[in-house]
């Protein structure tokens, strides 16, 4: 697939519906000792998934600043790359203190489920900005 400058509104509520209710799915579960060892696997698993759905998105688009598109793309090539700690990416001007989450490059990603309810919205904010 070519690079996408703009998705439609439509595809973009579709993505965000499915993301919802996955993270409606977790809060359904039992509150139980093993939902807190599941939360960070199934929400950094939701980000890979969050960034899937958007991941022909032009970089040019995107930018390289900081910005919510770029801290999914950098925590999910970490998950997948990176044994899940956060790894610099030299196309992207990461400066912690201006992302969502804060991490700092070498910390382990282990998202909460308001940590990644914190990270979604504001993806999909930029994402309509840049994207729409």
Same mark, same amino acid.
């Given at each position: 697939m070519l690079?996408?400058?703009? +998705?439609g509104q439509? +595809?973009?509520?579709?993505?965000?519906?499915r993301?919802d209710?996955?993270?409606?799915?977790?809060?359904?579960?039992a509150d139980?000792?093993a939902?807190?060892?599941?939360?960070?696997l199934?929400f950094n698993? #939701?980000l890979v998934v969050?960034?899937?759905?958007?991941?022909?998105r032009l970089?040019?688009?995107e930018?390289?600043?900081?910005?919510?598109?770029?801290?999914?793309?950098? #925590?999910?090539?970490?998950?997948?790359?990176?044994?899940?700690?956060?790894?610099?990416?030299?196309?992207i001007k +990461?400066?912690p203190?201006k992302?969502v989450l804060g991490?700092q490059i070498?910390?382990?990603?282990s #998202?909460s489920?308001?940590?990644?309810?914190?990270?979604n919205?504001a993806?999909?904010?930029?994402l309509e900005?840049?994207?729409?």
């Amino acid at each position: 697939m070519l690079g996408v400058r703009n +998705y439609g509104q439509e +595809y973009i509520n579709n993505c965000r519906a499915r993301i919802d209710m996955d993270v409606a799915a977790f809060a359904r579960l039992a509150d139980v000792p093993a939902k807190a060892d599941f939360e960070p696997l199934f929400f950094n698993n #939701l980000l890979v998934v969050l960034d899937a759905c958007f991941v022909h998105r032009l970089r040019t688009v995107e930018g390289k600043d900081s910005n919510p598109l770029n801290e999914v793309r950098i #925590l999910c090539t970490s998950i997948l790359n990176n044994g899940g700690t956060v790894a610099p990416d030299s196309t992207i001007k +990461y400066v912690p203190a201006k992302s969502v989450l804060g991490l700092q490059i070498g910390d382990l990603i282990s #998202l909460s489920s308001d940590q990644f309810a914190a990270l979604n919205s504001a993806f999909f904010a930029e994402l309509e900005r840049k994207f729409l």
